[in-house]
């Protein structure tokens, strides 16, 4: 198969696809059919390159690990009213206070989360796994083997990231974030149909962590990094 057809293939794979397909995926589908596999993420990038100059409404993009279609942000309010009548959940404060300490210290226990936190977070957990934006990732080496929690691929798609590497430097974060009474929370849709009208809709650009997630969450979890590092010192 030539260069040309198999980028082809390409496309209609990730037309079809209801999720960011990863380059393992990608290779294992077409390996009987194009022989040069190393040279997929090549084409791939030839393919997104070609949407950019097209200047569609859409474009290829490489989130979650993976390659996706989706409507460009800037169209998004058109896309909203279509969509108006679908249902969508949303996070409280508490859920994102929580959802930003797991992304910046996983893995991590439930009782290191209710330690930072200061309350118990079982109810908030619960919820963070039912929408799929963490997972459980295994068991720590301590008494009682707790459940040590991570965030998933849908997290790093919601938030437009393609890596975990991409999340702002706690650092860099401002110490404070403007915080409105009408400022809208992220909507979490119920399904994974619904999750791929999210992409569409343009909701997996990238949103500014340090507006979306709490920003006292982020405090906290810089405060708790220092306390941290001033015991390793004193050992």
């Known amino acids: 198969m030539e260069t040309s057809e198999i980028k082809r293939v390409l496309e209609a794979l990730l037309f079809v696809s209801e999720r960011p397909l990863s380059l393992k995926e990608l290779k294992n589908i077409v390996k009987e059919d194009y022989e040069d596999s190393a040279n ?11 949407y950019e100059v097209l200047n569609k409404p859409y474009e290829i993009k490489f989130v979650a690990n993976g390659w996706t279609f989706s409507t460009k942000a800037s169209y998004s309010p058109w896309i909203k009213k279509l969509l108006k009548e679908k249902s969508v959940l949303k996070l409280s404060p508490s859920a994102l206070e929580t959802l930003a300490m797991i992304a910046y210290k996983q893995p991590i226990t439930r009782a290191e989360i209710d330690e930072i936190r200061g309350v118990e977070s079982s109810g908030v957990i619960d919820t963070l796994l039912e929408r799929k934006l963490i997972k459980i990732t295994g068991r720590k080496e301590a008494l009682g083997k707790p459940l040590l929690y991570g965030t998933t691929q849908d997290f790093l798609k919601h938030f437009g990231l393609a890596h975990l590497s991409e999340l702002p430097l706690i650092e860099d974060m401002p110490k404070e974030v403007q915080q409105t009474e009408n400022a809208a929370e992220p909507e979490l ?24 997630l709490s920003a006292q969450a982020v405090e906290t979890v810089n405060d708790n990094n220092a306390s941290e590092d001033a015991e390793e010192n004193k050992e």
């Open 40 to 50: 997929l993420e090549n084409i791939l990038n030839e393919l997104k390159t070609e």
């Open 189 to 212: 849709p119920f399904s994974a149909q619904e999750r791929q009208e999210q992409s569409l809709d343009g909701h997996s650009d990238k949103q500014p962590l340090q507006e979306t």
